[in-house]
């Protein structure tokens, strides 16, 4: 029987910490290596070094890291990092999914867009975000999406996307999220805010969509090498349309939708690349009982990434 087609999954916003990665950094030469390479590409647009914030000592994991123009490379970078230390170890992708800013890096792994060009994107959505939209949030809520019909909900906010059948997400302002929750609070609705600056897939993100499109119309894209799993189209994409970083971050997420599809297609290994696991998570809530396939996650807020990746590399070459 071959061997079940490998998918490199990346996720978006919401997904950071501090000191994401750090273990691999001080103990993994690829991963360290391509940190430092990539940082010098929003040192020079922005002034700042990812990785000296990243990982500053200042900083612990449960600190709020939310600064849209820090965390949007930082999440690049590690995803984009662990993934070429992965191809370094053996493990290439037949396939890849992006959710939100993880697209970004999919897109990057598959060769639709050049490396550079890919970071230098991310690096100006966050300048849009931060330059043309004002504060906002984003709140997972653990519950059917059918809930957000109801009007304390869908008259409040917008649906940010919806990962299994009882975990979906919504974007606002922070008032009206406060608002939200305090309802979710008297119905003893499980929440959780994300650690995020500004309500993606939203509305109240649109004034970023001109800026940053006038700056992608400067950035060639490419024939890709692999097929790319949307969370945006619910869909396979051979191919991207000119406004397709842009709707990655303005549409709704349909990871559940997305991986359903996959998962109609037979046995998968997912490999979950996000600093936290969460698509992992998702993913193992969302499929069916019988299911063959495999997901893996190697990054963590608990630590034990070496070891993580140690046996991800394990049980593919036994």
Wanted: aromatic letters at 10%; one cysteine or more.
């Amino acid at each position: 029987m071959p061997a079940p087609e490998t998918v490199f999954m990346f996720s978006g916003q919401g997904s950071q910490y501090f000191q994401m990665g750090r273990e691999l950094f001080e103990k993994n030469k690829t991963f360290r290596d391509w940190m430092i390479r990539l940082d010098d590409i929003p040192r020079q647009l922005s002034g700042k070094s990812v990785v000296e914030v990243l990982y500053s000592n200042l900083y612990r994991k449960g600190d709020p890291f939310d600064r849209t123009l820090l965390t949007h490379p930082a999440i690049f970078m590690v995803e984009y990092s662990l993934a070429e230390t992965l191809i370094h170890a053996g493990v290439r992708p037949d396939m890849v999914l992006g959710a939100s800013l993880g697209s970004f890096a999919a897109a990057t792994v598959a060769g639709f867009i050049g490396l550079e060009d890919a970071l230098s994107s991310v690096v100006r959505q966050a300048m849009a975000f931060e330059e043309h939209c004002e504060p906002g949030g984003m709140t997972a809520i653990m519950a059917d999406p059918a809930l957000f019909a109801e009007e304390f909900l869908s008259g409040r906010c917008e649906l940010a996307g919806v990962n299994f059948s009882s975990h979906f997400v919504v974007s606002a302002r922070c008032a009206a999220l406060a608002e939200i929750e305090a309802v979710l609070d008297q119905r003893n609705v499980g929440y959780q805010r994300l650690p995020v600056s500004f309500p993606f897939h939203s509305q109240w993100i649109d004034k970023a969509k001109a800026p940053f499109e006038s700056f992608m119309r400067s950035v060639p894209r490419k024939q890709g090498r692999l097929p790319l799993a949307c969370c945006d189209h619910s869909a396979i994409l051979s191919g991207l349309s000119d406004d397709y970083f842009w709707s990655v971050a303005r549409r709704p997420v349909r990871f559940r939708e997305t991986t359903a599809r996959l998962e109609q297609q037979g046995a998968r290994r997912y490999i979950d690349l996000g600093p936290s696991g969460t698509l992992a998570t998702f993913l193992k809530y969302g499929m069916p009982a019988n299911t063959k396939s495999m997901v893996h996650t190697i990054l963590t807020p608990f630590g034990l990434d070496q070891k993580n990746l140690a046996a991800l590399l394990a049980s593919i070459r036994n």
